[in-house]
């Protein structure tokens, strides 16, 4: 918890409790449902937590902004994103129906109140979104075939919506086809722990 009040050192009261609670809320229902590797759940705050607000040290979300975060697993970034935007809504939305249960209990138990949920494939979700928010699911071409027809055209926000997606690795030859638009960011540049030394906030603006 001290890694989440380090970077985002103005949290209120409520933002605090809700992150603190979220090892022991993780804990017991990764014990259940297996939506973090086992012996991942003790990095829960540096390798999920504070990986998914790398997306805030990106972009600061105009309130009243509608993001979609697709292949959500258990919550991940939209619930730390949540919670860092209170006045932003966010659906998430994964294929896995138990992930979705996971996400929706640990959202409900800290209460979380601009999150909504849906068990379906991406293909199946019509809704229009300012953004979609996403971790790793699939390659980014593939990705912004299947999102494309979700991105709203009006616009609210600092940058042109679009897809926002956290990566690591190499990304070179998966970004070539929308080089011209991608922004790469990196989060090493942010945050000083190791785990990020590859890990980037990838950005493609779509238009309409």
Known sequence: MELITKYFPNLSETQKTQFAALYDLYLDWNSKINVISRKDITNLYEH????????????????????MDLGTGG?????????????????????????????????????????????????????????????????????????????SDEQKNSLPNGLICLKGGELEKETLPVKNKTILYDLKDEFSEEFFETKKVVYVPING
């Open 48 to 67: 999920h937590v504070l990986h998914s607000l790398g997306i805030a040290r990106f972009i600061h979300f105009t309130p009243g902004t509608r993001i």
């Open 75 to 151: 919550g991940f970034p939209g619930i730390p994103l949540a919670i860092l935007f209170p006045e932003t809504s966010f659906h998430l939305v994964d294929s896995i129906g138990k992930k979705v249960k996971v996400a929706s209990e640990v959202a409900h138990a800290i209460g979380l109140k601009n999150v909504s949920f849906k068990h379906c494939r991406a293909e199946e979700e019509k809704t229009k979104f300012d953004f979609v928010v996403s971790r790793a699911v699939m390659p980014l071409t593939d990705l912004l075939k299947i999102i494309r027809k979700n991105i």
